[in-house]
């Protein structure tokens, strides 16, 4: 398949599967609100030199979502020098393109995780995908976790995937060194997607849509359980990580901030509210 | 004068002005509480291996301060390879000693700025002192910020030091380029003053001694006054900004975090509580 084919179905793929996630979300809102909030959607420009842009989708102050954004971006550019050399096929010339959906949810029920999908193509001399979930509880949930963890296992195996290797990469990725801490309980992670492109599109797809599916279990099964004040304190504390690993550690957030991208759209990773002690 | 007299007398100054700045700051939270919060102390050592420590003292959920950290520490040990180079004179062998203070408050009053002052002495093949203050409105404040201005000045003044250099560098400092803004309205920053180890020392005695006076006089003028819910949202709005600087940029975190220091410690500076829209 053409290259230009390729950027034209990935930056596609992106954009319906954003509105499907929107859409998607808004109905559990509805679920706890004859009066649901909405999303707030804001197009943006990387630069005026026709380098692209992006969708940014943020819903804040629901029922469901304390803040969740949905973005989908196309870009491209030259990197510039200094980066190059730590991007793969870019040490050349310093040309990629690049379009990816990246979605981040922060429960108002602390008892349901926070949980983070994204999905990327990206073109430099070499053209690969990459992406990942996964999940950040704030209250232990074995079943919950299980259920989780079955779920991509099953993803990967249709798509004979590596779950192992890729729930290695996601566990060795969320770290926090400091806090000797995972982020979270883990889920997949994978980069440099780049033997048979149909069959990795098709893995890419497959994952949008089970992050989908994931999504709405694990929400619809706590959406209507109580909580206390003191859950939503541990919750508050454990974005205070959240927000840690996302500054000090998250090479999309550095990559993103250092390379001149939307700021409002990588910094919607973070939590509208958190705590430290 | 001799090296091991220098150290045991910036050693001794850190730990003194520590217990005078408690003592001044628990004086403003009897000004306003009978049964005001006090100072939670915790002792940590570096490691096992005799690599010193500090002394962490943090007063939280107060009338005055929401959050205020007082740190001492004095640590020696060998900086890893790949730091070695980002040090000055630490390139040979890696070698180090360090004291200091550092203090961040931040305000229940969103009218009250956030003050951080931080001031050590450091050995290595070289020795030098650095520090600063500086502080961070949410809402603008003229008069206050002319005033905080000129009182550095006067202290550098006294001094023989380069106020205009210093105020300089802290505003080159306490930039975040993603957003394109300063942290708050400056102060001043300097670091490696090697010449003249007694009017360094001096001048470091000076700057403690402001800080103290500086805060009060701050915290003083407006510790009575009103404040509504916006000014509250706007200034936990505005730590999280402070959030992203010592997450994204500031190199005493980087530096504690990538080298085994307190956790706690080096994280003090962060807020109780922030947002992000």
Not at 13 to 26: A, M, N, R, T
Not at 56 to 76: A, H, I, Q
Not at 148 to 162: A, G, P, S, T, W
Request: proline share 3%; charged share 35%; hydrophobic share 35%.
């Amino acid at each position: 398949m053409k290259l230009e084919i390729k950027k034209k179905l990935a930056d596609k793929w992106f954009s319906d599967l954003q509105i499907l996630i929107c859409e998607e979300f808004l109905k559990l809102e509805k679920n706890l609100s004859s009066k649901p909030k909405k999303f707030r959607k804001r197009l943006w420009q990387k630069t005026k030199k026709n380098e692209g842009g992006g969708l940014s989708c943020t819903l804040e102050g629901g029922k469901v979502f304390d803040k969740v954004g949905v973005n989908k971006s196309t870009v491209k550019g030259i990197f510039e020098k200094k980066f190059r050399k730590t991007i793969l096929g870019a040490s050349k010339n310093g040309k990629y393109w690049a379009s990816g959906i990246s979605v981040v949810a922060h429960m108002k029920n602390p008892k349901i995780p926070a949980i983070h999908f994204n999905t990327r193509f990206i073109v430099t001399s070499k053209e690969w995908f990459g992406g990942g979930i996964d999940v950040t509880p704030c209250i232990q949930d074995n079943k919950e976790k299980k259920e989780f963890h079955n779920k991509l296992k099953k993803i990967c195996l249709k798509n004979k995937k590596n779950y192992k290797k890729y729930k290695k990469w996601c566990d060795k990725y969320f770290y926090l060194p400091h806090r000797k801490e995972t982020r979270g309980i883990g889920g997949i992670f994978f980069d440099y997607e780049k033997k048979d492109w149909e069959k990795n599109f098709n893995f890419v797809r497959d994952l949008g849509i089970g992050f989908i599916e994931i999504s709405k279990k694990i929400i619809l099964k706590k959406i209507k359980s109580k909580w206390s004040l003191k859950e939503k304190e541990i919750q508050l504390l454990k974005r205070g990580r959240y927000i840690e690993f996302n500054l000090l550690y998250d090479r999309g957030t550095k990559f993103g901030l250092n390379s001149g991208g939307n700021v409002e759209s990588i910094l919607m990773s973070l939590p509208p509210t958190a705590k430290w002690r």
